[in-house]
């Protein structure tokens, strides 16, 4: 890969593309996931955007979101609309990624783009923003690069990358992939753990647009030609199309797992991707003699250990129960044990099926 004497200009796309379905009901259309307020008083929102402009500054920041959060979005980022790109259904990462490529790519061309995820918990921004920094280094001399997060503990929701080969002194500390492994059952955590060499999938990536770009033409052809029309216009008329005939696909699976050009830095500070109940209570404290209340203290708790309280006005009695997340918005209450707490997407599809879209 050819160096190059310029650092090209950074750009930072938030990517908000998810129903947050796992953290219903605080999660809704109206008020979805990333708008949460889970630590302190910024939302995941805040905190990703907060980290997007210490990348790339505060004119290169971008957001892609839903049709349906749209609103909602635009209101909580107050980013310009032309900054929001509006997906008008939900076909997966490596649409909402190539779209954004080729809108950066035609506004800036040469331009590097970090790809971060609207509802992650990384508390040291400047860790995060130093490692964004060596990452957008590696993708300027042409490589897709993906954070690899060190593991702490043999989980099983995430997906892992293998590290390969040092890249070499032109980038210290970066490495090939070897490969991606899908999430593991808790044995092969717990091997992949013992071993070393494997790092958690943090799904935050560094490329050049033009890359990226080439590399979905090269791997993800059926994607490619949705996203042709777009590098020329994005017109609503000529986004409603190509969103028609687009693939659903993981940008993982789509151009990642099939590249040679992908690198990975991997890292060491803390990073929660806050997937569902579970995780959420993970990173506030819980644990088998801890309960934690969000949002105030408007819980009474007897003999009540391990859980995941988040209130909504009205007080909460808990009796000598474990491991639940018990959730009040006041028109709806989700009584969950912490470890099937990602099955609550079942009981969004049981609203759908009854109609309660009130409650969506």
Same mark, same amino acid.
């Given at each position: 890969?050819?160096?190059?004497?310029?650092?090209?200009?950074?750009?930072?796309?938030?990517?908000?593309?998810?129903?947050?379905?796992? &953290?219903?009901?605080?999660?809704?259309?109206?008020?979805?996931?990333?708008?949460?307020?889970?630590?302190?008083?910024?939302?995941?929102?805040?905190?990703?955007?907060?980290?997007? =402009?210490?990348?790339?500054?505060?004119?290169?920041?971008?957001? /892609?979101?839903?049709?349906? *959060?749209?609103?909602?979005?635009?209101?909580?980022? !107050?980013?310009?609309?032309?900054?929001?790109?509006?997906?008008?259904?939900?076909? *997966?990462?490596?649409? @909402?990624?190539?779209?954004?490529?080729?809108? %950066?790519?035609?506004?800036?061309?040469?331009?590097?783009?970090?790809?971060?995820?609207? +509802?992650? /918990?990384?508390?040291?921004?400047?860790?995060?923003?130093? @490692?964004?920094?060596?990452?957008?280094?590696?993708?300027?001399?042409?490589?897709?690069?993906?954070?690899? /997060?060190?593991?702490?503990?043999?989980?099983?929701?995430? !997906?892992? %990358?293998?590290?390969?080969?040092?890249?070499?002194?032109?980038?210290?500390?970066?490495?090939?992939?070897?490969? &991606?492994?899908?999430?593991?059952?808790?044995?092969?955590?717990? =091997?992949?753990?013992? @071993? !070393?060499?494997?790092?958690? *999938?943090?799904? %935050? &990536?560094?490329?050049?647009?033009?890359?990226?770009?080439?590399?979905?033409? $090269?791997?993800?052809?059926?994607? @490619?030609?949705?996203?042709?029309?777009?590098?020329?216009?994005?017109?609503?008329?000529?986004?409603? =199309?190509?969103?028609?005939?687009?693939?659903?696909?993981?940008? +993982?699976?789509?151009?990642?797992?099939?590249?040679?050009?992908?690198?990975?830095?991997?890292?060491?500070?803390?990073?929660?991707?806050?997937?569902?109940?579970?995780?959420?209570?993970?990173?506030?404290?819980?644990?088998?003699?801890?309960?934690?209340?969000?949002?105030?203290?408007?819980?009474?708790?007897?003999?009540?250990?391990? *859980?995941?309280?988040?209130?909504?006005?009205?007080?909460?009695?808990?009796?000598? /129960?474990?491991?639940?997340?018990? %959730?009040?918005?006041? +028109?709806?209450?989700?009584?969950?044990?912490?470890? $099937?707490?990602? +099955?609550?997407? $079942?009981?969004?599809?049981?609203?759908?099926?009854?109609?309660?879209?009130?409650?969506?």
């Amino acid at each position: 890969m050819k160096r190059k004497d310029a650092a090209p200009p950074r750009h930072a796309v938030v990517v908000a593309g998810g129903a947050g379905e796992r &953290f219903w009901p605080r999660s809704r259309r109206a008020h979805p996931k990333p708008l949460m307020r889970v630590a302190g008083r910024s939302t995941l929102l805040d905190a990703a955007l907060a980290h997007a =402009r210490r990348f790339a500054g505060p004119d290169r920041v971008w957001l /892609v979101c839903t049709r349906e *959060n749209a609103k909602a979005m635009r209101r909580a980022s !107050g980013l310009s609309a032309s900054r929001i790109l509006v997906e008008p259904r939900g076909r *997966n990462t490596a649409m @909402a990624v190539g779209w954004a490529a080729a809108h %950066i790519e035609k506004h800036e061309p040469g331009a590097v783009l970090a790809v971060l995820a609207a +509802d992650h /918990v990384v508390p040291d921004a400047a860790a995060f923003a130093k @490692a964004l920094r060596r990452a957008a280094a590696a993708a300027a001399d042409g490589a897709l690069v993906t954070l690899g /997060v060190q593991p702490t503990r043999p989980e099983t929701g995430y !997906g892992y %990358i293998q590290v390969g080969s040092a890249v070499g002194r032109a980038h210290p500390g970066v490495h090939r992939v070897k490969r &991606f492994r899908e999430k593991p059952d808790a044995k092969q955590a717990q =091997r992949m753990l013992r @071993a !070393g060499g494997h790092l958690w *999938n943090a799904g %935050i &990536f560094v490329w050049r647009a033009a890359v990226v770009l080439d590399e979905i033409e $090269r791997h993800a052809p059926a994607l @490619a030609r949705a996203l042709a029309p777009l590098r020329r216009s994005h017109a609503k008329a000529t986004v409603e =199309r190509a969103y028609a005939r687009a693939p659903s696909l993981p940008i +993982d699976v789509a151009v990642l797992e099939r590249s040679d050009r992908v690198w990975t830095l991997p890292v060491r500070f803390h990073w929660n991707d806050v997937g569902s109940w579970a995780s959420l209570a993970l990173e506030l404290g819980v644990d088998a003699q801890t309960t934690r209340v969000v949002g105030g203290d408007a819980a009474i708790l007897v003999d009540a250990d391990g *859980n995941l309280v988040w209130p909504s006005g009205r007080t909460i009695a808990l009796l000598g /129960v474990a491991g639940l997340a018990v %959730i009040d918005t006041g +028109d709806a209450l989700l009584v969950a044990r912490l470890d $099937r707490s990602g +099955d609550v997407r $079942r009981v969004v599809a049981a609203l759908r099926e009854r109609a309660r879209t009130d409650l969506l």
